[in-house]
């Protein structure tokens, strides 16, 4: 490649690398997996107990996060695609070698971002929508389901495959920055899982305060219609996940300017 090439070449080129990789593939396979199968097993579950359930519950039932709860286990499906996106080139040193082709790192970057985000995006929402139309048509007839046609239920469909696309793009930032995949996805689970719990054993005060600013949390807000006590409304939930993916990404973006190969 020469020196000269455009940010569309370098696209082209990083498109020809996603779709071949393997881990990529492999990860929007289990992503698919997860997010579809654990989500209809999930609503046949409600579905098959709802005649046992209390009338609170029946009263809480929010079919349209139930239907999608397989995400709360496909979220981690999809930071390991961002993460692997970067770090196996670290790890196999053919990182120099796509350096050598592409001297602008800014550019290099631009290129991987817009292939994670376009090909995440699309995914996601093909498959948010197919689970959550899913979901519903288990639903049907027994428990009380949504219908895409209230705002409020699609925003929140359309939400979750944002939602998994930003914890995508923020994967390939924490790549960026520490470089090593097992590192990487320690701790990207880490902040998605382990944290919550440790949150859940704190006062309940200090719950209510910061817990709605967890990842995790933000993410449960974007996909739910009507957003439980304590937690941020679904457009806040977006904005302030939006900032901390553009702080991590500055920071990868940053380091991997500045530092050697």
């Given at each position: 490649m020469s020196s000269d090439q455009t940010l569309l070449d370098v696209v082209k080129s990083e498109w020809i690398k996603f779709r071949t990789v393997r881990s990529s593939v492999m990860g929007v396979i289990v992503f698919f997996v997860l997010t579809l199968g654990l989500g209809g097993?999930?609503?046949?579950?409600?579905?098959?107990?709802?005649?046992?359930?209390?009338?609170?519950?029946?009263?809480?039932?929010?079919?349209?996060?139930?239907?999608?709860?397989?995400?709360?286990?496909?979220?981690?499906?999809?930071?390991?695609?961002?993460?692997?996106?970067?770090?196996?080139?670290?790890?196999?040193?053919s990182i120099r070698t796509t350096l050598a082709a592409v001297s602008n790192r800014l550019r290099l970057i631009s290129a991987k971002t817009i292939v994670l985000a376009a090909s995440l995006i699309l995914v996601s929402e093909v498959v948010c929508f197919a689970t959550f139309l899913l979901g519903q048509a288990i639903f049907s007839g027994v428990v009380p389901s949504a219908s895409l046609g209230s705002s409020d239920v699609l925003r929140s469909v359309l939400l979750a495959g944002l939602y998994l696309t930003l914890l995508t793009i923020a994967g390939f930032a924490l790549g960026l920055i520490v470089r090593q995949s097992a590192a990487c996805i320690s701790i990207f689970v880490s902040v998605l899982l382990i944290v919550p719990i440790i949150f859940a054993f704190l006062p309940q005060s200090w719950q209510n305060s910061y817990a709605k600013y967890l990842p995790s949390e933000l993410g449960r807000s974007m996909m739910s219609p009507f957003p439980a006590a304590h937690h941020l409304g679904a457009w806040n939930a977006l904005i302030v996940l939006l900032v901390y993916v553009i702080i991590v990404s500055g920071v990868g973006v940053t380091l991997m300017i500045r530092r050697d190969a």
């Open positions: 097993l999930i609503s046949w579950a409600v579905r098959s107990h709802w005649n046992q359930t209390n009338g609170p519950s029946r009263l809480g039932f929010d079919p349209v996060s139930t239907s999608l709860a397989g995400i709360l286990f496909a979220q981690f499906a999809v930071g390991v695609i961002g993460v692997l996106f970067i770090t196996s080139e670290y790890s196999s040193s």
